[in-house]
C-alpha cells in the first residue's frame, strides 16, 4: 500500500529553524515529483515547494529564501527545511506526490500524507 508518513513538525519560536521529513512507500518514488503543501485554520491549502525527479525544486514566494525541499532517493524521503520560521507558516504540513505535474498546484496529486502540525510563535 501507498504509504506518505511525516514527521518532525514542533513549536518553535519566530526565526528558529525545524526540518520536517516524509517518508514514502508503496510506489516508484523517483518517477513522482514530491512536494509539500500546507493549510492553516481558516485557509485553504496552498502548495509551499516541490521537488523533480532531477532535483528542480519550486516555491510559494513567501518561503522563498528560507526554506529548501530535498530528496534522498535511496531512502525515500522528501524534507523541507524551514529557517527563519514566521508566525504566518504556522499550519498543517502535507507530504504530496504527483505523477503527472510538478507544480504548487494542489489539485493534481495523486497521494497524501496525514499531516505534521507546524506552529511558529511570536
Known amino acids: 500500500q501507498v504509504q506518505l508518513v511525516e514527521s518532525g513538525g514542533g513549536s518553535v519560536q519566530a526565526g528558529e529553524s525545524l526540518r520536517i521529513s516524509c517518508s514514502a512507500s508503496?510506489?516508484?518514488?523517483?518517477?513522482?515529483?514530491m512536494g509539500w503543501f500546507r493549510q492553516a485554520p481558516g485557509k485553504e491549502r496552498e502548495g509551499v515547494a516541490v521537488?523533480?525527479?532531477?532535483?528542480?525544486?519550486l516555491y510559494e514566494d513567501s518561503v522563498k529564501g528560507r526554506f529548501t525541499i530535498s530528496e534522498d532517493n535511496a531512502k525515500n524521503t522528501v524534507y523541507l527545511q524551514m529557517n527563519s520560521l514566521k508566525p504566518e507558516d504556522t499550519a498543517m504540513y502535507y507530504c504530496?506526490?504527483?505523477?503527472?505535474?510538478?507544480?504548487?498546484?494542489?489539485?493534481?496529486?495523486?497521494?497524501w500524507g496525514q499531516g505534521t502540525q507546524v506552529t511558529v510563535s511570536s
Open positions: 504530496a506526490a504527483d505523477f503527472l505535474r510538478c507544480g504548487l498546484d494542489t489539485s493534481s496529486n495523486d497521494y
Open positions: 521537488i523533480a525527479s532531477t532535483g528542480g525544486a
Open positions: 508503496g510506489f516508484t518514488f523517483s518517477r513522482y515529483c
